[in-house]
Structure formats: C-alpha cells, structure tokens
C-alpha cells in the first residue's frame, strides 16, 4: 500500500510512503501519521492512496506511525484545504495546521485521574494480621471496603493521611487495583453546572419563524448543498429557528458546526444550545470551540468531534473545520461580521470556507443577520442563495425608538466637549429609576486616543507605529494599541516644555467616569480588552449583568451584538462617527450594521427600548437609514455606489501588502513589481498602488501595499503567485496575498 502524504512544519510538496502491513487497516486519506524525512520523524496527514506500479516499491520508506485509529480530517476537509490553497494562495501545510489543532499535533495528554478499587476481601484472620503488620494498609483496606464505586487516589491519600507506599503494599498483595478514568476538560462547564442556562422551553413558533424552519428541514432532509439566507430584523426570533433545524439534524443522526463571529457571544450561544438539546434528547454533547480555550479543554472537544461522541460544535471561525461526522448543517451566525476573517496565513474568511465546506459535504449552510453583508445579500436576490426573511420582533415587540443627537448643538449648549450628552443623561437617570438596564458603546478603549499639547502641537506618538499613544488613567500611561509600547503619559510636552498637555478624544474608561459622574448610585462594568484580563473574566460580567448585579455595561464591540438581555430598555452608541471616517469603501456598511446591531440589543423583553445615537454627522445616510431599520434602502444605495466604482460585490479586491525596514527599498521594489504584473495580465486585472499603506510603519516595518480588482479570483490567482514566487524578493521584505481582504486599513 502507497500513501501520499502532505508533511506539515513547512513543507508545500507531497511525499510518498510504503505502509506497514499492520498500519493498513487505519491508514486512510485524512489519517494523521509520523514519516521519517531526512534523519528525523515529522508529521503529515495522508492525502492520496497512490497506485503501487507508479512506484519503485522497495525504495520508499515506511510509515512509523499512524497517530489516531480514526481520521484527523474528514472526507470533506481535504478537498476543502486543496480548494483554500488555491483560492487564498495559501501554502497547504499552513491550511493543514489551521484544521488541526496545536494540541492534537503536539500529541498533548489526555487528563487521567488515578482510582483506587478493592480487588478482593480478606479473610477475617487475614484482616487481623493485616491490622497488626500494617496498620496503615488496613486503615486503606477497610475504608475501600466501605466504598461500593472507585475513589480518586489522591483524594484516599489526603482524606486518611496515608503515603503511597501503603497503597503499593496492598497493590502487590493483589488486594487493591489502580486504574485510570480520563477526565474530560469542559469549557464552560461551571457556568452550566450552577444553572446560568437560557429557558428550556420551547417557545411556540410564529407564522414566519414556522415558514423558515419548514424550508430548512425540506433543504435538509434533501442531503443536497443548498445555501439559505436567514434576514431578520434584530430579536425577530432568527435563533429559535436555528434551534429547531438543528433539532431535527441532530435526531436525524446528523452533525452540526454553529459559528458565531465574537468570544464573547459564545457562552450565550452555549447555554441555549445545551439547555434546549438536554431538554429534547438527554446525552446530545455540545463542544465549544474558539481561541480562549486551554490545550486540554481543545484537544478532549477536538477528540469527541473525531470519535463521533458529540456531533455539534459552537464556536468561533476555527470551528468551521471540526472534524464532524456526517456533517448536514452548518449555521453561521451574524455572518456580516469582519471577525470571520482571519488575519494571518492562511487568510480564509469564515463564512465563505462554512458555504464550500457545506458544498463538499452536501449539506445545508445557513447565515443569519439581521444586517446582512452586500456580498451575501446579493447572492440572495441574485437567487444563488435561497432568502428566508423574518420582518418582526417576536410577540410583535416594537422595535426600539432611535434618537439621533446632533453633538455639534451639544458641544455648543455644553460650551466644550462632552461625552454625554443632556438627553442621553436625562434618559439613563430615568431608566435607573425604573431599574432597568442600560448599555452604552464606544469602539475605543482606553481613556483618550491622543494626548496633545495644546500650546505647540505636539501628539505623543508611538516611537515603532505611525500613531498616536492611547492614554489609559487607570494607571496613568500611554500605550500603543497595535505593538503595545507604553510609558508613563507626559506631565510636560516633551517637545516644548509646557505643561499644556491634554488628553483628547474619548474611550471606554472616560466614558464610565463620565457616568459615574452623573449617575454615581449606578453599578457599573467596563467591557473591553484591557478589562477581560482573566479567562473568564467576560462570562462573570455577562452572568452578573444578566442577574440584575450590574446596572449599566460600558463597552467596546463586544458587548455591541448577538446578546439579548431583557431587561437592558435603554442603549447609547457614544459616537457613531468613529466607523464612518475611516479610508474603506465597507466604511458606510460597517456603521449601519453597527448602528443596527448596537440598536438591537435594547427593547428585546416585555419593556420597549430606547436608543441613543450621538453623531456630529446626523444627517449621513447610514444613520438615516439605520434610524427606521431600513437595510433594503440602505443596500440598493450601497450596491449602486459600489457598481458605478467597480467595488465588491461586482469585482473582487486581493490586497498585496509589503513590510520592511527601509521605506526607499519597499518604493522602489514595488515599483518594479508592479511593471511586472502589469505586463503579465493587461486588462484581466487593474492594478491600484503601490502607494503606503494607511498605517505606515507598525512595530518599526514600513508598509506598502497594492490592490488588485478582478471579475473573479481563480483565473487570476495561481498566475499571480506563481509571478510572485519566480520574482526576486529581498530577504529583508515580507509580502502576503489577502483574497478578498475584510479590512483596508
């Protein structure tokens, strides 16, 4: 037998093996195995069953191991990784590392606890000459006599005071046995066991949620690939209908992957999943899966997903390549998010791998948002994508009622800048009253984003990134966001020597002392990076904040979606404008499903909501639009602006971004490259740049970069890297490739 296989660690070729007559049965296409390259042993996973006459037999070396009795990557993903190298011109070995985790590669240990059991009783003659040789043995013997079940070893040795040299004594007797039981690590498995769970009643359908799920389960029960887009306005019910298609896939006999775009949405996600599956069919096990999870807590859901024990997973992009078996269904919640796309090799976006990976498989893909991207809305008018819309809130609760604050008038009627304003103030303070809950955003952390002299000028910047230094007051710093430089702020300008040195702008920590304040009686949580230091740090705050404990929540975006909590009446986005004057087509899409999303988290109980929406430019259209809820007029005047430029969804953008440390070199090699490009392709791609990027000089590497807009991606691709690989690059510049790039700053 002759595998193909495709070693990981750097290598972008496959290799051929011989196979042990004994490693046959478990070495298939997928199987994760240990070859010998060269003078050591290295991982790769078999990719092909090679027919053994293209051959020389007897000069292949053999597989030494096969690592798992099961295969590490399903039928589905191989094909899948083969179709993300070629589309993100991404090496394989780098995709394969993606599909499996770290931990499964390093081969880390399962969790084993060692149990003492009774082998056998002794005579009552022997009993007494044990007491009389050995008191310690017999204290251990008649205590595992009482016991009717196994008992951990090490809580024997601390609850009777004994050493292990007595356990051994009985161990040799042959009286008592030791044996492992695995422990499996269980991510978010304290907040389920002390009851943090979403209600396990089934709520009864309405007309249109029933309409959804009845197409959905015809789609499924097809086993056909078929792509859904579930629009529906924020709390109209989109995840209940998730909940009953996964219902029937599971009792089906199927598999589920459910993707949700944040961390912080994941413990939420979770409990609903868990109460409800336990509720329908006791034993359904729900693995989480994203970044935040230790090695032990990935590799046990990792080897439950392999081995057929759970058959749904929840969590984060990653997710999207568990290896679940008999795959039917894979959800991708708030699939406009930017968060499904990854920022370093391989740079898949999440969404797009979830809707090829469902077309390997022959399953159904389903993506939810209330504020769908234009990519996705377009393949759903276009009919490429079946479209499932839900046009209410369930129980016919109102949408919350916008008010848009022109902070222009603000800044005059206040004389100065302020972070509240008077309306937004008056509002809370009655909300308080009620006690009801509030939740104020601003995608800014920190306190201020520059500190400033006001006498000459000068903004403290970061000495290896060309931005300014965020002022954090907590502990009276200046930090860079993007390489985490920080110092102590300035008393002095360091430029001029004035005194006049003042923070300006405003983040997460001068908004929650501003409503401290104002509202001092208030109990208040900051959520941001800065905050969320511990590991379950965001779940504590997110349990406290729904059992009433917090009064108001000041965060980023991670609190700004995808979370329902009933009682929170009252939102206020503290400034819409910081997504809307950025350099980024997406920059108007970006600010209506914020404003939306933000939107949405308020009026979602019996109580109605209000939202607050503090702008210097009230009169935009994604605020206008966003005001009534309007995504259909918003999109047909995006989609039109973007046609009459060429931008996606009508073309797609591949952004080529250079580093380095001299920014004469970068210019001038970028330069040549680009002639090259040019005379290579002609009119199949229109090449923009080079020109610096937005963000020139991040951790001390200048950046340049280029943009090119083709009609499609696969014709253009492979000649693109092929062009890039025969180019003579220096060794001191680093160049990517980003298909269909989610960020162009």
Request: with cysteine; glycine share 6%.
């Amino acid at each position: 037998m002759i595998v193909g296989v495709h070693p990981l660690a750097g290598f972008d070729k496959v290799l051929h093996y011989r196979v042990p007559e004994e490693l046959c049965s478990t070495a298939v296409v997928g199987a994760l195995v240990r070859v010998p390259i060269v003078s050591s042993m290295r991982l790769a996973v078999i990719c092909e069953i090679a027919p053994p006459k293209n051959f020389p037999i007897d000069k292949l070396k053999l597989v030494a191991q096969v690592v798992y009795s099961f295969p590490a990557l399903t039928a589905d993903l191989m094909p899948l990784a083969s179709w993300m190298a070629s589309y993100y011109a991404a090496p394989m070995d780098s995709i394969i590392e993606t599909m499996i985790p770290a931990a499964v590669r390093r081969g880390a240990s399962l969790k084993v606890q060692k149990q003492l059991v009774l082998e056998k009783q002794l005579a009552p003659d022997e009993e007494i000459k044990l007491a009389k040789k050995a008191p310690q043995q017999a204290k251990l013997y008649y205590f595992l006599k009482s016991q009717t079940l196994p008992i951990s070893k090490a809580l024997v040795l601390s609850r009777l005071g004994i050493t292990t040299s007595s356990v051994a004594g009985l161990i040799k007797l042959g009286v008592v046995r030791e044996e492992g039981l695995r422990i499996v690590r269980e991510a978010y498995e304290e907040s389920w066991a002390s009851g943090e769970k979403v209600a396990e009643i089934k709520p009864t359908p309405n007309a249109e949620q029933q309409q959804a799920i009845d197409s959905l389960i015809t789609a499924v029960d097809k086993n056909e690939f078929s792509t859904f887009l579930i629009h529906g306005v924020t709390g109209s019910g989109k995840t209940e209908v998730y909940l009953k298609t996964i219902e029937h896939v599971l009792n089906q006999g199927g598999g589920v992957i459910f993707l949700v775009p944040e961390v912080a949405l994941t413990p939420q996600t979770v409990s609903r999943l868990r109460s409800r599956l336990e509720a329908i069919a006791p034993g359904h096990k729900c693995v989480v899966w994203h970044s935040a999870l230790n090695e032990g807590e990935r590799l046990d859901g990792w080897l439950a997903l392999a081995t057929g024990e759970a058959r749904i997973v929840v969590g984060a992009r990653s997710a999207v390549f568990a290896p679940i078996k008999d795959l039917r269904l894979i959800v991708v919640d708030e699939e406009h998010e930017p968060a499904y796309k990854q920022d370093e090799t391989p740079r898949y976006h999440g969404r797009d791998v979830a809707v090829m990976r469902a077309k390997l498989a022959k399953a159904v893909c389903l993506l939810g948002s209330a504020t769908p991207s234009l990519e996705t809305y377009l393949n759903a008018v276009s009919h490429r994508y079946n479209l499932l819309e839900l046009k209410s809130r369930v129980d016919s609760r109102k949408l919350p009622h916008i008010h848009v604050i022109d902070m222009k008038i603000e800044v005059a009627r206040q004389r100065g800048f302020t972070s509240l304003s008077r309306k937004l103030v008056d509002a809370m303070q009655h909300r308080i009253s009620a006690k009801e809950q509030i939740i104020l955003f601003i995608n800014r952390r920190g306190y201020s984003p520059s500190v400033v002299c006001t006498k000459c000028g000068h903004a403290e910047q970061c000495p290896h990134c060309s931005i300014t230094m965020t002022y954090h007051r907590s502990d009276e710093t200046i930090r860079c966001h993007l390489c985490g430089e920080e110092k102590p702020s300035p008393i002095r300008c360091p430029s001029c020597g004035s005194p006049e040195i003042r923070s300006k702008g405003m983040g997460t920590q001068r908004v929650e002392e501003a409503v401290r304040r104002v509202i001092p009686r208030a109990r208040i949580a900051r959520v941001d990076t800065d905050t969320m230091n511990k590991k379950h740090r965001l779940r504590e705050i997110l349990s406290d904040f729904r059992l009433g404990k917090i009064d108001i929540l000041v965060g980023t975006q991670m609190i700004g979606k995808g979370l329902d909590f009933p009682n929170v009446t009252l939102v206020g986005l503290i400034d819409a404008d910081l997504s809307m004057h950025i350099p980024d087509f997406r920059a108007n899409e970006r600010t209506f499903q914020l404003l939306v999303q933000v939107a949405g988290r308020a009026g979602r109980g019996a109580k109605s909501g209000d939202v607050f929406v503090q702008t210097f430019t009230p009169s935009s259209g994604a605020i206008q639009f966003s005001r009534h809820a309007n995504f259909i007029g918003f999109a047909e005047t995006e989609l039109a602006s973007r046609k009459n430029f060429g931008y996606p969804p009508y073309r797609h953008i591949i952004h080529h971004q250079f580093k380095g440390p001299n920014p004469e070199k970068l210019a001038f090699f970028t330069a040549q490259w680009v002639k090259q490009v040019k005379e290579k392709f002609g009119d199949r791609l229109e090449v923009k740049g080079p020109t610096p990027a937005p963000i020139d000089k991040i951790k001390d590497l200048y950046r340049w970069q280029i943009w090119y807009f083709a009609p499609n991606v696969s014709p253009v691709i492979g000649e693109l890297s092929a062009l890039r690989a025969a180019f003579h690059w220096p060794d001191d510049i680093v160049q990517n490739l980003d298909v269909d790039p989610s960020n162009l700053v």
